[in-house]
């Protein structure tokens, strides 16, 4: 079985993640949906995975996996394409998820993002956090800001990735891409050492504790434009989420401050099912002007500042889950029974559709309601080959000799 040959059947299936599991044929996502790649190919064995795999590691690679049972790590396969490897043990077995990284960097109004956000082009410094959960669009919607400022101004960009995702290949801009044990052992050196190698542009895979949350208001603080991630559902969440890495209550009204400062935008992200059989994205977007920075150090209430921020639709181009929500129905890119699946305030949104005013003068008066914010409503999935769907407890799952 040669992996290349799987790999192309993936692409050429136009799917997003391939899956190979011991005791099983590898398996494929397609729009949400997880079907059979062949019903030809053979189940997998432990010895096939592990033939499959072991070819792409580097030592590091295998002595970490050794270690930790689980690594990540990015591959390119000539004439096919680049891809993002997660393995992983699963019952003292090999298992691995491969994620398809497209070679074309998409712009904005490819993704079918906000035209909003071209105006994200136009920072000079400050931080530019995308959140949503995995598999939302994250890396995609970064990869395009970056790309506008390589092809627009003439910057040093530095990436520290685990691992690197999209290439970017030098326009007007210089860039240096840094992935995790080829080029860094350590998450926090790498973005301490990155505000030593004179950059314009820093884009940091992910803000996962209290020290990258500190590194990166010190480089927004001291005038470079900072962009990261964040696994967070909505906008106002994220504020919550990078005070709770701190343990000080001194400490997180210190940091607070610095990040109603620093802050410039939140992007919050879901990707939905359309009317053309793919998915697309609904989008929130909170720009930290005055007003919010205002209501921010007044410690206005969660209601109140989502209220500020869907009032500012018209004039600064925010919007928040729902008004996208609606305004992706009413132009027939997606179902009004997916976006109220998807909504916040569903009532809410039905009425707006409907053509009834709601009474209230946001969406969203409260916090959002966790039975209604799913971001992923495809948790009960079937297997399916190219004509019918196989259940997945009908697939054998057999022991590794």
Not at 187 to 198: E, I, S, Y
Not at 339 to 344: D, K
Not at 354 to 360: D, E, F, I, L, P
């Amino acid at each position: 079985m040669q992996f290349e040959h799987i790999l192309q059947l993936v692409v050429s299936k136009n799917a997003s993640d391939l899956h190979l599991k011991v005791g099983s044929r590898p398996i494929i996502r397609k729009n949400r949906q997880l079907y059979l790649l062949d019903k030809t190919l053979p189940q997998l064995t432990e010895e096939n995975i592990r033939n499959l795999i072991n070819p792409l590691l580097s030592p590091e690679l295998k002595e970490l996996y050794k270690k930790n049972k689980n690594i990540d790590f990015g591959y390119y396969f000539k004439n096919i394409g680049r891809f993002r490897f997660s393995v992983f043990s699963q019952k003292a077995t090999t298992r691995v998820v491969a994620r398809i990284i497209p070679d074309k960097i998409k712009t904005f109004q490819e993704l079918n993002l906000p035209s909003s956000l071209e105006t994200l082009s136009q920072y000079k410094n400050g931080l530019i956090l995308i959140t949503g959960a995995t598999g939302s669009g994250k890396s995609s919607t970064a990869a395009a800001l970056i790309n506008l400022l390589n092809h627009t101004y003439s910057y040093h960009i530095i990436t520290i990735e685990d691992p690197i995702e999209y290439v970017i290949q030098d326009q007007k801009s210089c860039i240096t891409q840094r992935e995790y044990l080829l080029d860094f052992t350590n998450h926090k050196d790498a973005f301490k050492g990155g505000l030593r190698q004179d950059p314009d542009v820093i884009f940091f895979g992910e803000l996962r504790d209290a020290e990258t949350v500190a590194i990166a208001l010190q480089a927004a603080d001291s005038g470079h434009l900072v962009i990261s991630t964040l696994h967070t559902s909505t906008a106002l969440e994220t504020f919550g989420r990078l005070l709770s890495y701190f343990n000080d209550s001194a400490e997180q009204e210190s940091i607070r401050r610095r990040l109603i400062n620093s802050l410039q935008v939140i992007i919050g992200q879901q990707l939905v099912p359309s009317l053309a059989g793919n998915l697309t994205p609904i989008i929130e977007i909170f720009f930290n002007n005055l007003t919010m920075k205002q209501a921010l150090m007044e410690n206005k209430s969660f209601s109140e500042i989502h209220t500020l921020l869907e009032e500012g639709k018209k004039t600064w181009g925010m919007q928040s889950f729902d008004q996208n929500i609606v305004d992706l129905v009413q132009k027939g890119i997606i179902s009004e029974s997916i976006g109220l699946q998807y909504a916040t305030k569903p009532n809410n949104v039905k009425l707006i559709l409907q053509g009834v005013k709601s009474t209230n003068t946001s969406f969203m008066q409260n916090k959002p309601d966790q039975k209604n914010n799913h971001l992923d409503q495809y948790k009960t999935l079937q297997l399916e080959t190219e004509n019918s769907y196989i259940d997945p407890k009908t697939l054998t799952i057999k022991k590794a000799k």
